[in-house]
Each structure stands twice: as structure tokens, then as C-alpha cells.
């Protein structure tokens, strides 16, 4: 429809003053400038989480409605959002949508991690995101205050990332990075609620019970939580 309105305007523009209209073929050789965009492809965009993992996801937290970061090609969902405009895309820019509207999947570009954080907690929305375990970054903290169960690590696997074009590939951090799947709200109440239910395993007798307030994973063994002084296991990612 909003094509069909600007070719409108730009008809009525030309009726307006006799302007007559013509249409014409450039060869895309001959039209470098306009084709330029369609010309490159970067493979290193395309990596996506294995179809099969992705399934392990939804039986644990349900199937979203909407994957954010997607192309035709890497898609998990039919409903996507593409950064540029895109064959089957539902939407151009994730960041130009509402995602409250949405139970999302969200596999982002690292750089853009702390933007749809901060999208998340201005909308209230909740999903599913995945990231590296980096605990050094300033959005690692803010993204323990959103979630709202237990995170998953993700298998040092070779198909746990995938290239969908070339599916011989293996990416090549992926036996040096943990990865982690964490379902997440932008409400303070649903993680409280989340951190309200989580057990503290050891305070000193007589004390009051520790609460909560901070999330580790080990790269060495188990997933556990630190709240404060006690610590409570928590189960890795299924391994497959």
C-alpha cells in the first residue's frame, strides 16, 4: 500500500504538469550504483543456531512468534525481521518494531546486545535471546536483572552455529565461546518472581536467608548460582 501511494503521488506529480512517464532497462552491469547493494553478500552474517537446537528451546519455553535478526536464509520463525529489505521478510529492522507485540527469538549481532536490552526493558517485552557468556561487558549485568528462568549453555559443538549456505562450515569461535539461551522480560516483576523462586543452598545457622542477586555460569562444570554466599546448582543445556 505504500508503495502504490508514492507511485500514486508521483503519477498525479507528472499528470499535473505533462510530464510523460517511461520505463526502461539498464543493465546491471551498466547500473553499478543502484545494484551495488544487491551485489555484496557477506557469508559471516548468515550464521544461525541449529535447527535442532533451536527446537530443544521451544519445548522448554514455547514457540515464539517473531525471530528479530533473520534472513530468508537463516530464519527459524516465517514471521522475521530482516536488517535490510529482505525476500519474505515480515519486517525491515527489528528495532523499528514494537517487540512487546511479541513472545521474541532474538540471536543479534554481539554489538547490537545492549541496544535490545534496553528496547526490551523500555517496552516491557519478553523473549528469548541468545548471547555470548561474557561477563565483563556492561550489559552482562542488566541482562541477569531480565531473566526470568534458568539459562542454558549451549554445546561446544560444530553444529551448534550453522552456515545455512554452507553447512560444511564451523564457526570458528565456537569451541573458544560458551554461548548461553536466556528467557528474559523487560517487567522487574517477572524476575522477581524468578528470583523469588530460587533456592539459597547454605546461609549460616541462626542468619537470615540469603537472597539472590547474582548469576554465574562455569566453563569448567555445571551452570551454578551465586547469591551472595550460597550457591545453587543449575542444569547445563541438555547435551545432544
Avoid at 537446537?53 to 520463525?77: H, M, V, Y
Amino acid at each position: 500500500m505504500e508503495c502504490h501511494s508514492v507511485a500514486k503521488n508521483i503519477w498525479q506529480f507528472c499528470m499535473d504538469r505533462q510530464i510523460w512517464l517511461s520505463a526502461a532497462h539498464i543493465p546491471g552491469k551498466e547500473n553499478i550504483h543502484a545494484d551495488r547493494e544487491s551485489r555484496i553478500f557477506s557469508d559471516n552474517k548468515e550464521w544461525m543456531l541449529s535447527p535442532r537446537l533451536f527446537c530443544e528451546i521451544i519445548d522448554i519455553w514455547g514457540k515464539p512468534t517473531i525471530d528479530l535478526f533473520a534472513s530468508r536464509l537463516n530464519k527459524q520463525l516465517d514471521c522475521y525481521a530482516s536488517w535490510k529489505p529482505n525476500p519474505e521478510a515480515t519486517y525491515v529492522d527489528a528495532f523499528s518494531i514494537t517487540w512487546g507485540n511479541h513472545l521474541f527469538y532474538a540471536f543479534p549481532p554481539f554489538s547490537l546486545i545492549a541496544q535490545c536490552l534496553q528496547k526490551i526493558a523500555m517496552e516491557k517485552s519478553e523473549g528469548i535471546i541468545i548471547v555470548p557468556m561474557w561477563e565483563t561487558p556492561p550489559w552482562y549485568s542488566q541482562l541477569l536483572r531480565m531473566i526470568t528462568d534458568v539459562p542454558r549453555t549451549l554445546p561446544q559443538k560444530s553444529d551448534t552455529l550453522q552456515m545455512p549456505a554452507r553447512k560444511e562450515m564451523t564457526h570458528p569461535l565456537v569451541k573458544k565461546m560458551t554461548m548461553m539461551v536466556c528467557r528474559v522480560s523487560g517487567d522487574p516483576l517477572k524476575h522477581r518472581e524468578f528470583q523469588n523462586e530460587l533456592r539459597t543452598s547454605s546461609y549460616s545457622h541462626g542468619g537470615r536467608e540469603h537472597v539472590n542477586s547474582m548469576f554465574h555460569t562455569s566453563s569448567a562444570g555445571p551452570s551454578i548460582v551465586i547469591a551472595k554466599m550460597s550457591v545453587g546448582l543449575i542444569p547445563l543445556f541438555p547435551k545432544l
